[in-house]
């Protein structure tokens, strides 16, 4: 991420006119103060309803800005356009909802009551604090990041199967990957509300077959966060092979070779050789699995509702119920966002220890 | 591991040789094992759309030999061949749901790959400085998106939405679905536009083009693959999204995961029609994944390999 490559070098003419900077100047100011007006007018009067106006002259504005930065800027500005708009989405789509969320989270809001919002301070962290459903969620969220390491032992051994010399690859690539493409909903349907139905699903009759009298899959806290494992890990199981797969193909036949001929073969060579190798893919693929664990809602939103008792939560679907059942705005968010701030050190962490463990300094 | 052969086959070369077979028949037994894991479900789907109740209670698997396949389940969808003609009310829902799915899928990818590929190739090709950051603040700004939970921005969106009267519109799930898929789109295009040499634009610049000439007529035309890889990625990941549509949409723009998960819960051992909804919801992907295999595969590799 860190190198920049070549970068290109022009060098061009800059003769833009006094005339022409301050056309720019006046845009972007003129549409920023439009922009401000219409805010201060939807705040404060009641001469729209909504803030759809606001929405419009945001807009006008980010177009007045990009169209600016060729104005003022010319052949400079113009290389600002490619990232100005993107950098304009993400702000307006990111920074200011997360702003607007930390006002939120400090009130009590709830979008059935009519009262609307009451700026209450921590009252709802100490309510979090004190909540045993939020933090059996937190700890849920902590086994199934720790599923992802046998999601990864399954997946790497699928990519070393599908990197060796077999028939029909194209075949076994394709069909590996299809789970990847099924919607988590439906997948929920499809395995977890038909194939393991205690009655006439076709894993429960497997289950009978075996000796297993009265399948329930359900049923206890376990087995259900390990279903919900399975699910998920059987829709994204594909994902991890192909990085892994990618990598394997990406090291020269010739460092396999020669260990070879060096005497190491079959197990020794992939302790020692392969999966040395293989270290940076395994990380940024574990690490892209795990934001996308992280944000595991929709296979217990649909299958379980969190349920038994509590025991297959993740903390994403925990707030939604709390919107869904109560419409608690206030506290779903301040959940969301201790969520989000447990996320970021986690991760932070992880990357420095991944980085102290590549780069070892003695 | 082939060892020349001088004489005969000894003992030892024998049992070599076995060991051979052994671990090849070892091999495709997993093989053929996973794509069993792979398949059946959605084999369980497809077949179960064409059951009966006696054919689901008794666990029939096999159409044509077990049991007689059926329409029943797409009948009740208004899909079955008798019906297809027919006005049809839950047809017409589905069909509604179907491409508010799919507009708001390929608008966000489309809008997503634009952005992305902007974004990208300017940051693989000049140095910026936006207040303290540099490119790689940036670059690593854009991505940062990417551990963002969609739970933190749910609450905030909804209520926001509410009072700019987005909620419930194609346009506000395309926003947002644009705002998740875009760092990977921006990954992905970076790698592809570091793989491209400068020489082009130079030789395009001397010329007589325009920075952004050179981009359009001469880097897009070679960095394509890359965006096909990037908006099919794009593709499978918002069309699949529920948690965002579940919460911003009520009515008018609820899409196809949000209808399946309607019906979840609600339809009992009547198996059928759910099955038929499912696969019809799964299909579109599928057929993507098979068609377009290469392209998802590219794009998941490009950034895993540097």
């Known amino acids: 991420m860190a190198d920049q490559g070549d970068l290109l070098h022009v060098v061009t003419p800059d003769d833009i006119s006094d005339r022409r900077k301050r056309l720019g100047d006046v845009l972007v100011w003129g549409t920023a103060a439009l922009f401000a007006a219409v805010a201060a007018l939807i705040a404060f009067t009641d001469l729209f309803d909504t803030w759809r106006p606001g929405l419009y002259a945001f807009l006008l504005f980010a177009v007045a800005l990009c169209a600016a930065q060729v104005i003022r800027g010319g052949e400079q500005g113009s290389r600002t356009l490619f990232v100005l708009p993107a950098a304009l989405f993400v702000v307006a789509m ?24 009451k700026f209450n301070g921590l009252a709802n962290f100490r309510q979090m604090w004190n909540d045993p459903f939020y933090w059996n969620a937190l700890t849920n969220m902590v086994w199934y990041t720790l599923a992802i390491l046998v999601e990864y032992a399954i997946a790497f051994g699928l990519a070393l199967i599908l990197a060796s010399e077999i028939r029909a690859r194209k075949f ?12 988590p909903v439906a997948v929920s349907w499809m395995i977890g509300k038909s194939m393991l139905e205690p009655r006439f699903g076709p894993l429960a009759r497997l289950a009978r077959e075996m000796g297993w009298d009265n399948p329930s899959f359900f049923g206890s806290p376990e087995m259900a966060r390990f279903m919900i494992m399975a699910m998920d890990a059987w829709t994204f199981i594909p994902f991890m092979m192909i990085m892994l797969l990618a990598g394997l193909q990406a090291i020269p036949k010739e460092v396999q070779e020669a260990a070879r001929v060096d005497g190491a073969s079959g197990w020794r060579g992939f302790w020692e050789v392969t999966f040395p190798l293989m270290l940076p893919v395994s990380i940024t693929a574990i690490l892209i699995r795990i934001i996308f ?8 939103i649909n299958v379980t509702a969190g349920g038994p008792g509590g025991a297959t939560d993740s903390v994403t679907s925990f707030i939604f119920r709390e919107y869904r059942d109560r419409s608690n705005v206030g506290y779903g968010t301040m959940l969301a966002i201790v969520y989000l701030v447990l996320i970021v050190v986690a991760i932070t962490v992880f990357m420095k220890l991944v980085d102290r463990w590549m780069n070892p300094r003695y | 591991m082939a060892e020349a052969q001088i004489f005969h086959d000894t003992e030892a070369d024998l049992s070599h040789r ?12 997993i093989l053929i094992f996973w794509t069993v894991v792979c398949l059946f479900p959605i084999y369980w789907t497809i077949t179960t759309s064409f059951k009966l109740a006696p054919d689901v209670m008794q666990g029939n698997m096999v159409p044509f030999v077990d049991y007689d396949p059926q329409w029943r389940g797409w009948r009740s969808l208004g899909l079955s061949p008798e019906t297809i003609g027919e006005v049809s009310t839950v047809r017409d829902e589905f069909l509604k749901r179907f491409l508010n799915s799919g507009i708001s899928a390929l608008g966000s990818s489309a809008l997503a790959v634009v952005l992305g590929s902007m974004a990208a190739y300017g940051l693989s090709r000049f140095r910026y400085r936006f207040g303290p950051m540099k490119n790689p603040d940036i670059s690593f700004f854009f991505l940062s998106q990417l551990i963002l939970p969609p739970v933190v921005l749910a609450l905030p969106f909804l209520v926001l939405y509410r ?12 926003l947002l679905y644009t705002l998740t898929v875009l760092p990977i789109v ?11 040499p400068t020489e082009l634009e130079e030789a395009a610049m001397v010329d007589g083009l325009s920075i952004w000439g050179a981009f359009l007529t001469i880097i897009l035309p070679i960095a394509l693959p890359g965006m ?6 794009s593709l499978v990941l918002t069309w699949n999204e529920y948690f965002f549509a579940a919460l911003l949409t009520s009515t008018n723009a609820v899409t196809l995961p949000v209808m399946v998960a309607s019906q979840t819960g609600s339809q009992g051992i009547n198996w059928w029609s759910m099955a038929a909804l499912s696969t019809a919801a799964i299909l579109p992907l599928i057929v993507v994944g098979v068609v377009l295999e290469r ?12």
């Open chain 1, 172 to 183: 076994f690539r394709v069909a590996f990957l299809l789970p990847l493409m099924l919607s």
């Open chain 2, 295 to 306: 392209y998802i595969i590219k794009g998941m590799a490009s950034g895993a390999v540097k």
């Open chain 1, 94 to 117: 990111v920074i200011f909802p997360l702003i607007f969320a930390v006002g939120i989270a400090l009130s009590d809001w709830n979008l059935s009551s009519p009262d609307g919002q």
């Open chain 2, 18 to 29: 076995a060991a051979r077979v052994s671990k090849r028949v070892l091999l495709y037994g």
């Open chain 2, 186 to 196: 921006i990954w992905i295009m970076q790698d592809q536009f570091r793989a491209i």
């Open chain 2, 163 to 174: 009072e700019m009267a987005l909620l419930d519109t194609r346009i506000g799930l395309i």
């Open chain 2, 228 to 233: 096909v890889a990037a908006f099919i990625l």
């Open chain 1, 293 to 300: 664990k992280l944000k595991l809602a929709d296979i217990v």
